[in-house]
């Protein structure tokens, strides 16, 4: 146990960049963790109105803002990443907020195990709180194609990258446990889920919920599930959205899926994912030969019941027309559809960017006042 939070186990969780660090972070909060992303409240840190931005002005001068007078985090990190001392700087600005958001997080956060995702994890502070070390672990080729398709850069860009960081193998050498993340999601899952069983022996996946006769119920799907949930999701939308068993199964590594089950009977489902203090609905459909008000309002209530277990400071809904037309029942429930533009926050308007659907319209609701990272 940790000597700083005894009642809780922490778990440190890095890897260098593209190794799939946060695909192993959401099976963790898939079997019950309380996951935390270090470099995303890095990022949170330094945004405008938080209290790095102006700091880092004052480091590195206004060239670093963009048209919009927010921190281009791509031209911070070409200089930063080039200079050992610029990076030291910015660290130096950083690593204190992060580590009071996490406090924070770590002391408001119900669940007994948490996991701290971040990438310098070994060389900060940060190691000093954790009970046991996960690595998680790619051949360097891997990284390498990762970056090239996923962030679109150039091959010596991203073996750049990767040889900025500390060796890999030097994680390795300090790890108590090692995942290796360069074979399927089912394969990787089942590394995690076994070294979670040694962390918690009686635990299991969330159990169905024993349905009454014509009462909604919903239920947490697990990647067992994928190929209903694909039905369900190509089923309900009636085709716009199509998803098979592999894209389900992919989609785990980033968000969960909520059934909710009508007598025992799918009627709707809600594809969910948190990402930096803010819940994301990307996907959310129902059955409309049920009763549409009560189906709703169940599935949403275990929405916001599961995002504010983890903290969330807000709650994005991104709704098809049929479900976005209920907009008196929305608003009852604290929804009100918006611009992301309008929301406030960058990190809020940010995530509704970066999760925007086609064909749906955002709706928005605040689900704590206390935010992590507020202004000074």
Known sequence: MSTKWPEKTIIGLTGNIATGKSVVRKMLEHLGAYGIDADALSHRAIARGAPGHQAVLNAFGKWVLDSQGEIDRARLGRLVFNDGSAMTTLEDIVHPLVSQAIEMMVKRASQKVIVIEAIKLLESDLRNLCDVVWVVNVPQEMQIQRLVQK??????????????QSAQQQKIASANVVI??????EDTWKLVVAEWKKINPQSDTLQMVKPTEGEFTVARGRPRDSAAIAELVTRLSNGIKTMNEDDVMAAFGEKAFLLLQLSGKASGVAGWQVENLVARTTEFFIDPGVAIEPALKTLISEVERASIDLQCEASLLFLPPALAAHQSTWKQLGYEPRPPQSLGVQAWTDAAIESAQPNTTLFFKQLRQDRVLRPI
Not at 180 to 185: D, L, R, V
């Open 180 to 185: 290796q993340n360069q074979g399927s999601f």
């Open 151 to 164: 962030r679109g850069l150039s091959s010596d860009e991203a073996a750049q990258r990767i040889h900025f």
